[in-house]
């Protein structure tokens, strides 16, 4: 792998993972009622998840990278479209507020109940096993060893993913007060969904290499 196609891994994750999704969402709620440190149990959950779909994904690679163009381009405009129609949903939500839990029950939860919603919140996400099935075979040279850039890739994808779960967690907890005003999380649904269409666009751009 060349340090060029690296780079442009690293482009493509990053906007992948600073996308707020049903992962993001759900550390926002839990930075939100929980505080960053109970949230980050959460966000260690959902990484689970993530490595747990990447390890199934790595068994099919070889398969998907040895398949027609055809085949490869149905499972980007499958990404394509998940993105843009979670974009659209978004935008379009009609939520106006996030609302807050009662202090006492937001204190009964225990990091270990976080980390279970974390894990199946991220397990439940299809954007992972996309990103694995799509992108992967864009940034992997056939010609050589498959399980060392797997890896690499692979660490780089969860280390972004755990950093910008943990920023939006810590974020959302800054700012809770304000997120708790009515209205507000309407505006921040409009600010995701259009995040999430032009995620669908960026995928729609990339090609085969």
Same mark, same amino acid.
Not at 13 to 29: A, D, H, Q
Not at 120 to 135: E, R
């Given at each position: 792998m060349s340090l060029q196609t690296f780079f442009l891994y690293l482009a493509a994750?990053?906007?992948?993972?600073?996308?707020?999704?049903?992962?993001?969402?759900?550390?926002?709620?839990n930075g939100i009622h929980h505080g960053t440190r109970r949230a980050f149990a959460s966000a260690l959950g959902s990484v689970t998840a993530v490595?747990?779909?990447?390890?199934?994904?790595?068994?099919?690679?070889g398969a998907i990278l040895a398949v027609s163009e055809k085949v490869f381009l149905v499972l980007?405009?499958? %990404?394509?479209?998940?993105?843009?129609?979670?974009?659209?949903? !978004?935008? $379009?939500?009609?939520?106006?507020?996030?609302?807050?839990?009662d202090a006492a029950e937001g204190r009964s939860k225990s990091r270990r109940s976080l980390y279970l919603q974390g894990f199946?919140? %991220?397990?439940?996400?299809?954007?992972?096993?996309?990103?694995? !099935?799509? $992108?992967f075979p864009q940034f992997i040279n056939p010609q050589a060893a498959q399980l060392p850039q797997f890896l690499l890739l692979g660490a780089t994808f969860v280390c972004f993913e755990l950093f910008w779960?943990?920023?939006y967690a810590h974020f959302a907890s800054r700012i809770a007060p304000w997120l708790r005003t009515p209205g507000r999380a309407r505006m921040f649904n409009r600010l995701s969904g259009a995040v999430f269409l032009g995620a669908s666009a960026v995928l729609a751009s990339?090609?085969?290499a």
């Open positions: 994750v990053f906007v992948l993972t600073v996308t707020p999704g049903p992962s993001v969402l759900m550390c926002v709620t490595c747990l779909i990447m390890v199934v994904s790595a068994a099919g690679l980007k405009w499958c %990404g394509v479209a998940y993105l843009a129609y979670i974009g659209i949903r !978004t935008f $379009f939500s009609q939520q106006n507020s996030f609302a807050a839990e199946l919140v %991220g397990g439940s996400n299809p954007k992972a096993l996309l990103f694995f !099935t799509a $992108f779960l943990t920023f990339v090609r085969r």
